[in-house]
Nanobody, 127 residues
């Protein structure tokens, strides 16, 4: 059973940076897609960024393009999300998700496509 454990959340001022890390109990290369989702209070969970380890291809939602960067470390078996120029609207619980089933890239942000989830890490952007 794959386990995903997120870390790196916290409180940061607007304009600040955080780096989230998702430790994968197995091997990243065994999974088709790994993603970061987030859920703000009172809202639905949304996909933020995904990476396809076999190709290195990445996907981002528009609000985070140019500010967030997802990377995969095949030695440490971690998926990191580097976040800069954080905004209050980035405040949410951030979740790591993975699937070993192939799918089309337009489904990458469909949360029901993912079999494995972490417990989440809180990111709060506030002055």
């Amino acid at each position: 059973q794959l386990q995903l454990v997120e870390s790196g959340g916290g409180l940061v001022q607007p304009g600040g940076s955080l780096r989230l890390s998702c430790a994968v109990s197995g091997f990243i290369r065994d999974y088709y897609v790994l993603c970061w989702f987030r859920q703000a209070p009172g809202t639905a969970r949304e996909g933020v960024s995904c990476i396809e380890p076999s190709t290195g291809d990445t996907l981002y939602i528009d609000p985070v393009k140019g500010r967030f960067r997802i990377t995969a470390d095949n030695v440490k078996n971690t998926i990191d999300l580097q976040m800069i120029n954080l905004k209050p609207e980035d405040t949410a619980v951030y979740y790591c998700a993975a699937t070993d089933k192939p799918m089309q890239y337009w489904d990458f942000f469909q949360e029901n496509k993912y079999d494995y989830w972490g417990q989440g890490t809180q990111v709060t952007v506030s002055s």
